[in-house]
């Protein structure tokens, strides 16, 4: 179908590492790893070796078992996340839509949500997602939310009683990689708490370490209600994940929810090879010291047509002075580097979280010789 606009992209046909090649035999540096999916990188060995050996074990059980690596999966993200029940599906829109489910069955009927943000594309993570060009055609589309732009002032007006939810991510990663204002959060957490309202923070796209913390809401000291999580949790293999905190994980009864392939022996034993690398190799400590190589040499760059970069450790948005972000990605690629205009006047980073000095260094050399693209623009 048409769902996809044509893209440039060639085939790909193999990836190792950061590096991915075509079917013409040339090499991409990948700094988009799938969209922040490839946490370490493409065909790692501890990645090939999970999904073989449980292949070759267990693949597929239905919900009315449970598994090994299920148990140890669950175990696994309520340590690393402080939270204490786990649901699983298959992707990041499916962990939103039993996010609403959840919501709805506080009873209350309002959900807020916030201007510019992304939650998947199935109707009822459509419905909260802010961005009318996305919900428009398919309306009328669920009711209860309502899009607040990002400010504390905003949401003080906004609350009440008779909220189920706020929904926020921690940085908005589709919109450009908008960094929330200073303070939000811990705000949101205070006016979430004092109205009884569920706090879901959708770390999707932030979660797994890719800001240089475990998860983006830990770097701000505070606990939600519930995680979203999918991506790079898998590092490649589709699985998506709810986790509930304290009372919240008790709204969801025997029946409500549910899906076949959610929580399988192959995509959860994966997903725990892959957080038990990134544990091992502390990533999230390479993800912080990546990102502030990236950064350090963005900043030296100096190049007229970058205004800001914003994001933390290794989801990076840099802002270009007018709508030239696809114009840089597309010559980035035809210079061998995979990056992503994630709006008219933004380009978003997200490599595997793997990456070295050498792999930064390559980065910012071909980033720059793309930036060109963008001078007579400029000046
Ligand atoms: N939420 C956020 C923050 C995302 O970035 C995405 C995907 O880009 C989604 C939800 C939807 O995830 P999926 O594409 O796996 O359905």
Known sequence: MFSYAPTPLKVLVRGEGARVWDADGVEYLDFLAGIAVNALGHAHPVF???????????????????????????????????????????????????????????????????????HGRTTGALAITGKPTLREPFEPLMPGPEFLPTTIEALEGAIGPDVAALVLEPIKGEAGVLDLPEGYLVRARELTTE?????????????????????????????????ALAKGIGGGFPIGALVAFGAAGDLLKPGDHGTTFGGN??????????????????????ARA?????????????????????????????????????????????LGLIVNAAADDRIRLAPPLTID????DRFLDLFSKALAATEGHSS
Request: net charge negative; charged share 20%; with cysteine.
């Open 48 to 118: 090939v070796d999970a999904v073989s050996r449980q292949a070759a074990t267990l693949a597929h059980i239905s919900n009315y078992f449970a598994s090994e690596p299920q148990l140890e999966l669950a175990e696994r993200l309520k340590r690393l996340t402080g939270g204490d029940r786990v649901f699983f599906c298959n992707s990041g829109t499916e962990a939103m839509e039993a996010a609403v489910k959840v919501a709805r069955r506080t009873g209350r009927p309002r959900i807020l949500a916030l201007e510019k943000s992304f």
């Open 195 to 227: 109205h009884g309202v569920l706090l879901i923070i959708d770390e999707i796209q932030t979660g797994a370490g890719r800001t240089g913390e475990w998860f983006a809401f830990q770097a701000e000291g505070i606990t939600p209600d519930i995680v």
């Open 357 to 360: 000095a050498d792999d930064v």
């Open 265 to 286: 022996p192959l995509a959860t034993a994966t997903a725990n090879a892959v957080l038990g690398e990134i544990e091992r190799a502390d990533l999230v400590g390479n």
């Open 290 to 334: 990546m990102g502030e190589r990236i950064r350090a040499g963005l900043a030296a760059l100096t190049h007229p047509s970058i205004t800001d970069v914003s994001g933390r450790g290794l989801l990076v948005g840099i802002g270009l002075a007018g709508p030239w972000a696809n114009a840089v990605a597309t010559r980035a690629l035809e």
